[in-house]
């Protein structure tokens, strides 16, 4: 693990860090200067020669890397990576519950939950930290950035374990409600159990037949509306859009979903059609001090465009 940053977070986050390696007695450093390890090391989509040239590469006291400096083994450099300008995600971030421990938070579809990819301002973790002035906050769990609802965040790095350990031992019980196609053979409650893994470099994921299971959902139909109809979820597992995945397998895919049952290429920033699925509900015993904690979503279904 690298030392404390030198550099103040930016937009809600740190700093990035690279490290040069240990000297390899068993022959020479292949560089001469550090501006050489870096434009050989550095992610390419890093404009280096930029960074150099604006003294954007720092050691750990602060000092600005300068591109003639003799190459250092086992030496950190920090840098903040340039970021693209972002169109503002529409609806607002709703604070549904506050205390010294916890911030849960419903929001709209089209925001991830923290930063990736193309997403980094734009992105639940970023804005919050940014509205709430709390630069420690940080999401126990996440939601596809297409999905609207709950997320529950801990304030303080001190209280991060208990609260992750509780998603990961599963004590947390989850209720989804999704708009698709009424389907009259779901009057019934009926659980889905297949095996759903990630396609890698695509952004989906797939059942596999005759897998050992590892997804599981409880479908009840909740509400009638014409040709479509409300759907309560309720997940024993969490895989790579195992709802979405699920609702099509019984033949009900949401509405709006643009990757399931085809993928329909929707631009990144195109927020005209906010996918049907709703993360509406956490219920949970806290496990700091064992209240009972339930949580509701103020969305209701149908999303729409402008608030997710």
Known sequence: ???RSPLPLRHGLSAAWVCTPHRDPARPEPWRTMGE???DHVDHRVDVERLLATDRFVYADARPVADADPYSPHTFVWFHRDLREEPVV???LT???RDERIVVVDKPAFLSTVPRGRHVTQSLVVRLRAELDLPDLTPMHRLDRVTSGLVLCAIGKERRGAYQSMFADGTVRKTYRALAPYRAELESPTIVRNHITAIPGT?????VPDAPVNAETL???EERRGDLAVYRLSPRTGRTHQL???LRHLGAPIVDDPLYPVDLHVDVDDFTRPLQLLASELEYPDPVDGTPRHFVSPRSLPLSAAWG
């Open 219 to 221: 479908v009840e139909l």
């Open 90 to 92: 529409p609806g607002p």
């Open 37 to 39: 390890w870096l434009r």
């Open 244 to 246: 979405r995945l699920h």
């Open 203 to 207: 952004g989906r994921a797939r059942v």
């Open 95 to 97: 604070v549904v519950h």
């Open 1 to 3: 693990m690298p030392p």
